[in-house]
């Protein structure tokens, strides 16, 4: 018998954790660590739906029932074509000027994942984490408060053919329950501002291996034009959402937790674009300027900053 049939049968994995170590030949410390962070979330698993919303405050219950309900497909199909739409996912327009953005935090997803254990934070229907496990991560999780969202990031990953490297999971981003130092790479996607970071950013930096790397990308509190949207359009967000839209305090207090990593600000015009899109062109290349230039780039729609954990 080979060491790695060895190993996968000492650790007793099931036979999709098997296909899991075989494609991507880890070393041993590699595979402890999967095949605990593996058995830890099957612990996660059995917690019933009762005990789960047990663990939850009000304002954590509201975001659940929120996203249950934004990512409900049948739901959304239903209403497409209605004014009701418009209420709830009349910004998805806006979504189409975030090109360039999407393309970095994806180039980023791309050098940092492969052969390493990646994490989808708040993952809602799990795009970043099914694209690393693509990209070659020897693992890779995400995990949503939503039950809707955990159901379709799974789904999705039978559609796509990643069921080998992939695993979702229902749980709280700011108490997940994984394993202490067990992650090496983490992309926070537009959910921060979900949370309190009082909590968040702690439990980001326990999860995280020491050298490990976390990307976020995030609205940003400046823009009065923007501030006003969020404004008058109360009904697409939480109302904890739409209070804690993250500003560079927001990034000055992460950096009590965190190495502090490369700020950059995108799109300072070009969601313009998503109403106009024939005028997206101009915008877009105009912005290539203005989120250079001081105190400009914070009149950008996202920013996105990396977190490091300092290797002991």
């Not at 049968?9 to 660590?33: H, T, W």
């Not at 560079?248 to 700020?263: G, N, P, Q, W, Y």
């Not at 290539?288 to 954990?309: D, G, N, S, V």
Request: glycine letters at 6%.
């Amino acid at each position: 018998m080979m060491e790695q049939d060895k190993l996968i049968e000492s650790a007793r994995v099931k036979p999709c954790e098997k296909n899991l170590i075989i494609n991507i030949g880890v070393d041993m410390n590699s595979f402890n660590n999967i095949a605990s962070l593996l058995e830890c979330i099957d612990t996660i698993d059995k917690i019933s739906d009762q005990e789960w919303k047990a663990t939850l405050n009000d304002r954590k219950v509201k975001e659940l029932e929120f996203h249950d309900k934004d990512r409900d497909k049948d739901l959304v199909e239903k209403i497409k074509s209605s004014d009701t739409y418009e209420k709830f996912y009349g910004n998805k327009k806006y979504y189409t000027a975030v090109r360039r953005s999407n393309d970095y935090i994806k180039n980023w997803i791309k050098e940092e994942s492969a052969g390493k254990v990646f994490l989808d934070y708040a993952c809602g229907n799990g795009a970043n984490a099914l694209f690393a496990a693509k990209c070659g991560a020897a693992l890779s999780l995400g995990f949503d408060i939503s039950g809707v969202s955990v159901k379709n990031a799974k789904d999705a990953a039978m559609e796509e053919g990643v069921v080998a490297n992939t695993r979702f999971f229902q749980a709280d981003a700011e108490n997940t329950k994984l394993p202490d130092n067990s992650i090496d790479v983490i992309v926070c996607s537009g959910m921060l501002h979900h949370l309190d970071l009082s909590y968040a950013l702690p439990e980001l930096r326990r999860i995280l291996k020491p050298g490990g790397k976390i990307l976020a990308g995030e609205a940003l509190d400046y823009n009065p034009a923007i501030k006003l949207y969020r404004m008058i359009t109360p009904s697409m967000r939480t109302d904890w959402e739409k209070a804690h839209i993250l500003d560079l305090s927001d990034v000055r207090f992460a950096t009590r937790f965190l190495d502090l990593h490369k700020i950059r600000y995108w799109h300072v015009f070009g969601y313009i674009g998503g109403k106009f899109p024939v005028l997206f062109p101009f915008f877009d290349a105009l912005d290539i300027f203005l989120e250079k230039i001081p105190y400009i780039q914070r009149m950008a729609w996202i920013f996105t900053f990396e977190l490091h954990k300092k290797l002991d």
